[in-house]
């Protein structure tokens, strides 16, 4: 969970830029991505970020399952689904049965760096407020 105290501060994330992007082809299920980790099931090794958009672009020829911060999101076959301006720290693939396609998901996340956000609102996370 990215820190509730950064965010409240931050002006309208609408208009707050992304520098974090990033971008993963051809994704299956089982596929984990952490910003705050910085890392996921990739083993990538980036700085710590909160999201702020996601796009999942579903090619696999059956509806699939993400998940954003254990929220549960579907995604039909063909579709291309964006969400901008909702914080997040995890997104997950959790479901593609029966893809006639595997490895046919493409992922984009955006955010912004925890030492940008840091730097901004001069505030420290309050780490009470993560699990």
Known sequence: MY???????????????????????????????????????????????IG??????????????????????TVLDGEIKSVSGVPFDTFEIIDTTGATSVNSVDVALLGMDLQQIIALTKTQPNLAYWN
Do not use: E, Q
């Open 52 to 73: 702020f958009d996601w796009s999942c672009t579903n090619k696999s020829g059956v509806k699939i399952t993400i998940s954003l911060d254990g929220v549960a999101y």
């Open 3 to 49: 820190p509730h105290n950064l965010i409240a501060l931050l002006p309208n994330l609408m208009n707050l830029p992304r520098p974090s992007d990033l971008y993963f082809s051809d994704k299956d299920a089982g596929f984990k991505y952490s910003m705050m980790g910085g890392g996921g099931s990739d083993g990538m090794s980036n700085p710590s970020a």
